[in-house]
């Protein structure tokens, strides 16, 4: 056989063997996943947490064709089901979705983390986003915020606030409320959104700042009155209640959020495959109808938009908990 013959024949061979090894990282990655999704959800069953990640379970499962599993690991104000998820080996296989909690424990906890948030941790998607509806007790005498400012400042301490524990969302907003306003309030924490409510109901306080899911049903209900949205709209499920910024409070926002987070090092592909596949769930009409009844704006954003997100919310809590002089529990 010619030399040159055998020439050509070596290089088509060497060539077609370069392209099948330049093939395999991408056949793998498309055939993720090869086995069953585990969410880590840091709380119990039923909260928002909770009803964010089920939201998208059946949707993942259906569109990734593998189980996806709920994993409720609640404690510690999220530390244990987060260090959880940072410590899973990075393989596509563990997920984990967090809150409002996760980037004011950065600051709640500094020096005291299991994990590292920027090490151990990396962004997948913002899901959602829920502005904080402050409710009052029927009895209370203020009907709107800027009533009860009124009252806060004529009666310093006399207005007793409840929050689901020391460096939640809803204790966060009020302290940055009363900075805001320059009033002062007293810091009622429970261990958990509905012992607080059933105080607000019952008298035992007289303001909670909480995500819309849990006062939007007692309010309908007439047990409390919702008297402003901490977000810069109106919610779609009680459109009748005003921003504080329209009433007059510029600037003004608190919020809880839920997003999904995978440990580092799970691979790009797979994060970003995620990522959309939780982006067209959370705005799939179906969804959206159900978070509007929850009083949460859909996100599912990408995965850098989700990292830029977080290290905002660290930083604004972050500030909030060394003005107000925050301790965790």
Known sequence: MPSSTLTRRRFHLSTAAAAASLALPSLAQNAWPTRPIRIVVPYTPGGFTDQMARLVQLGLQQRL??????????????????????????????????????????????????????????????MGVSPLLAAVNNDAPFKTGRQL????????????????????????????????TKTYMVHVPYRGAVPALTDLMGGQIQLFFDAPTGLINQARAGKIRLIGVAGEQRLPAVPHVPTFIEQGFAGFTGSTWAGMLAPAGTPPGVVQRMADEVARIIKSDETRARLDAMGTFPAGSTPQEFDAFIAAETTKWGQVIKTAGVKAE
Not at 95 to 114: D, E, Q
Not at 151 to 180: C, D, M, Q, V
Request: no cysteine; aromatic share 8%.
């Open 65 to 126: 064709g593998q189980p996806v599993l709920i994993d409720n690991r609640p404690g510690a104000n999220s530390l244990i089901g987060v260090d959880a998820v940072a410590k899973a080996a990075p393989d596509g296989s563990t997920f984990g979705v967090v809150i409002a909690a996760y980037a004011a424990n950065t600051s709640l906890y500094a020096g005291k983390l299991p994990y590292d948030p920027r090490k151990d941790l990396m962004g997948v998607s913002l």
């Open 149 to 180: 400012i009124d009252y806060a400042r004529a009666n310093p301490g006399k207005i007793s606030f409840g929050s689901s524990g020391n460096g939640s969302a809803a204790h966060l907003t009020t302290e940055l409320w009363k900075a805001l």
